[in-house]
């Protein structure tokens, strides 16, 4: 489990590219509009926000962020690969971006 900085913008990119095709009724977002993003965009998301990636033997295995909006923070963009889900990497994304919080 690590915090996403604004160098880590490819990871970040495939892991959030991963959600909307996998999973394209969860997001408010498009994979169609996300996936044409620059470089400069997804380092201006992870600037905006925080964001955690779950990673198990050198894969990236999910992602949450965490965003404030009007007061409150929220868990956003939360996601485990299929491969993954049942074990505990969920558990601790929520629990990061609940630390953060």
């Known amino acids: 489990m690590r915090a996403l900085e604004p160098d880590d913008w490819q990871v970040y990119r495939e892991i959030r590219l991963a959600m909307l095709a996998d999973s394209p009724?969860?997001?408010?977002?498009?994979?169609?509009?996300?996936?044409?993003?620059?470089?400069?965009?997804?380092?201006?998301?992870?600037?905006?926000?925080d964001h955690f990636l779950a990673e198990q033997d050198g894969a990236t295995v999910g992602g949450a962020g965490l965003v404030e909006h009007e007061g409150e923070l929220n868990l956003i963009g939360m996601y485990v690969v299929?491969?993954?889900?049942?074990g505990p990497a969920a558990t601790l994304l929520v629990a990061a971006v609940a630390d953060r919080a």
């Open 82 to 86: 299929p491969d993954h889900r049942g």
């Open 25 to 49: 009724e969860a997001f408010a977002s498009r994979y169609e509009d996300v996936v044409r993003r620059d470089e400069t965009e997804w380092r201006r998301v992870l600037t905006d926000c």
